[in-house]
């Protein structure tokens, strides 16, 4: 059955330093998100991408994110300049189309020290 | 944006037991998807049900979107079935999942 994969699972970065999360989506998908959870809340929507651009973005996704699809097979989020509150679970996820299932991977949990 | 609001936040179960969630939402929708949030924080698709019944083994699932609610059932509880259980919706004019708050489920053996 075809899934989403993330990578890496964990990472542990000091604050102020780039990291780059990874996510492979299911490979006929058009539409990609990534949401996060830090611990112990509830699960929140940070950007949809379709078509090669930015489709949706929550108050979070500010100029310290940015996503991209380098190829035909990846998506990338990319947090410039990591901060203490950035420590979360993130997840990516893929869909067919804008209201059909979403289907999400595994995560990566990112802990910012 | 459209509120989800689930209950009971909390359930704890004796083994065998049933026992039934509820997903209220504040708004019309094109999607809405149970989740089964493991102890590794994976989250596990239950049931894409925007309308209507679905059942899956001990699981069934059914939202009246007349009405604005969906119920998840879980029947013959086991301990593998403890974790957070969470509801998402996506609004008439959106493309993300709003989630609910959770159910946090424990059941004893």
């Known amino acids: 059955e075809p899934e989403v994969t993330q990578t890496p699972s964990h990472q542990v970065t000091q604050m102020g330093q780039e990291v780059i999360l990874r996510c492979v989506p299911i490979s006929n998908h058009l539409y990609f998100y990534w949401y996060r959870q830090i611990l112990g809340q509830k699960v929140e929507f940070l950007v949809s991408?379709?078509?090669?651009?930015?489709?949706?973005k929550s108050e979070i996704f500010d100029d310290q994110f940015s996503v991209e699809r380098p190829d035909g097979s990846n998506f990338t989020l990319k947090i410039r300049s990591t901060k203490l509150e950035d420590s979360a679970m993130y997840f990516c996820a893929s869909s067919a189309s804008y209201s059909s299932e979403q289907y999400f991977g595994p995560g990566t949990r990112l802990t910012v020290t | 944006g459209i509120q989800v609001e689930q209950s009971p936040p909390d359930l704890i179960l004796q083994e065998g037991a049933n026992s039934t969630l509820r997903c209220n939402f504040s708004d019309s929708v094109n999607n809405l998807q149970w989740f089964h949030q493991n102890p590794w924080g994976q989250l596990i698709n239950l049931f894409y049900i925007p309308s209507g019944t679905k059942q899956n083994g001990r699981l069934s699932a059914t939202t009246v979107a007349t009405e604005r609610y969906s119920l998840l059932y879980i029947s013959s509880s086991q301990t593998t079935d403890s974790g957070v259980y969470f509801c998402?919706?996506?609004?008439?004019?959106?493309?993300?999942?709003?989630f609910g708050a959770g159910t946090t489920v424990t059941v004893r053996a």
């Open positions: 991408f379709y078509n090669n651009e930015i489709s949706e």
């Open positions: 998402a919706v996506v609004g008439s004019n959106d493309y993300k999942l709003s």
